[in-house]
């Protein structure tokens, strides 16, 4: 009796080496569609890392090349690296396949393999392809014949000092940009999430050092400590404070119409108006005080942290676009919003005197 159920024209080979790939070029041959199916950023397998194959002590790679061309440039053949299949079911003919497709963290439409990534990549790992005897970038291509040729980033999770951080400041980045020098890519990084870098330098109490992994060998990085360096490197150095979104506010900045108010112009309340600003929202800061930056400014010595560092901080926020209006009390919200304020913060803090 004849099989009256469609059968799929179509075939999943899991596995990118050298038999995997010469399995999908015969299946191609042989008028299958062929999903080719490789956990890694690159097909080839171990043969790629080989020098020569035994017994004929062949070049693998003279060997592997021309395989790796073929299933490339196969419009039959859909590649599906850093894949890995998690569940199957079905019959003969029929199988249903689901895969999971961890994100390589670079677009391999766009990536033209010139390798400039990993020229200015500033961290450096263990190189797996050649069994840990050396060292690649963080972005890499596991070999130059690799297929696809695109760039690709292994993200295995997040780094300690990063999850100790309260505001998830990316440490181990600016901390591997100071090491190689490039001070104003370090505060640039500091500063998507953090415009006090400096005062922060000072009176944090950096969790992310207690975190930090290099203190169960000897002593952690002074990450505070490099902070304020970087922060005060940019001070000497009186670099024009630019954003990297907002660009030279010489150069004439739109913003979207929509205002914003904040009532409050501590810590939290500056924060938010320099998200704001470099989110593209006009964003005016209340105050009742004569000066701003609330109790950074009047609840910390000077000798702890000094008044001008506070004031480089909020210059440096006023510099992108922020309004600031000192000696102002909001008496009621409908006031701000007939101002045509379409969104308020309350920032002012919870601070209450307490009796000897």
């Not at 059968?7 to 399995?23: C, E, F, R, T």
């Not at 062949?58 to 090349?65: P, Q, Y």
């Not at 790992?125 to 050396?134: G, T």
């Not at 100790?164 to 600016?174: A, D, E, K, L, M």
Request: glycine fraction near 10%; hydrophobic fraction near 40%.
């Amino acid at each position: 009796m004849l099989n009256k159920e469609n059968k799929i024209g179509s075939v999943l080979v899991i596995g990118g080496g050298i038999a995997g790939m010469q399995a999908s070029l015969d299946l191609v041959d042989a008028g299958f569609r062929v999903y080719l199916v490789e956990d890694s950023p690159a097909i080839g397998g171990k043969m790629a890392q080989l020098d020569k194959t035994f017994p004929t002590n062949d070049c693998s790679m003279c060997i592997m090349s021309p395989r790796l061309v073929d299933v490339a440039s196969n419009c039959n053949i859909e590649l599906l690296t850093t894949t890995e299949v998690v569940g199957m079911d079905g019959k003969a003919g029929r199988f249903r396949v689901s895969i999971r497709r961890n994100p390589r963290f670079v677009d391999i439409s766009k990536c033209t393999g010139c390798g400039d990534c990993a020229k200015a990549c500033p961290v450096e790992v263990p190189d797996k392809f050649n069994m840990a005897m050396s060292n690649r970038k963080a972005i890499y291509k596991p070999f130059a014949q690799a297929v696809p040729g695109a760039f690709a980033i292994d993200k295995r999770g997040t780094s300690p000092c990063k999850s100790g951080c309260p505001i998830n400041i990316s440490v181990q980045g600016y901390v591997a940009l100071i090491a190689q020098g490039k001070y104003q890519q370090a505060l640039d990084l500091i500063r998507r999430e953090n415009p006090f870098p400096g005062i922060c330098g000072r009176v944090c109490n950096h969790p992310c050092e207690t975190e930090c992994m290099r203190g169960k060998v000897d002593e952690p990085i002074a990450v505070a400590g490099l902070k304020r360096f970087v922060a005060d490197w940019e001070e000497s150095e009186k670099l024009k404070v630019k954003s990297e979104k907002l660009g030279d506010r010489d150069q004439g900045l739109e913003f979207n119409g929509k205002r914003v108010a904040i009532i409050g112009s501590g810590p939290a309340g500056l924060t938010a108006a320099h998200d704001l600003a470099l989110a593209g929202f006009p964003v005016t800061v209340f105050e009742k005080l004569s000066v701003a930056g609330g109790m950074m400014r009047v609840g910390i010595p000077d000798y702890r942290l000094p008044q001008d560092i506070i004031q480089q901080e909020i210059d440096a926020i006023l510099a992108t676009g922020v309004e600031l209006k000192l000696n102002t009390t909001v008496d009621s919200l409908d006031s701000l919003k007939s101002q045509g304020f379409e969104a308020i913060m309350i920032a002012v803090g919870a601070h209450v005197n307490k009796g000897m």
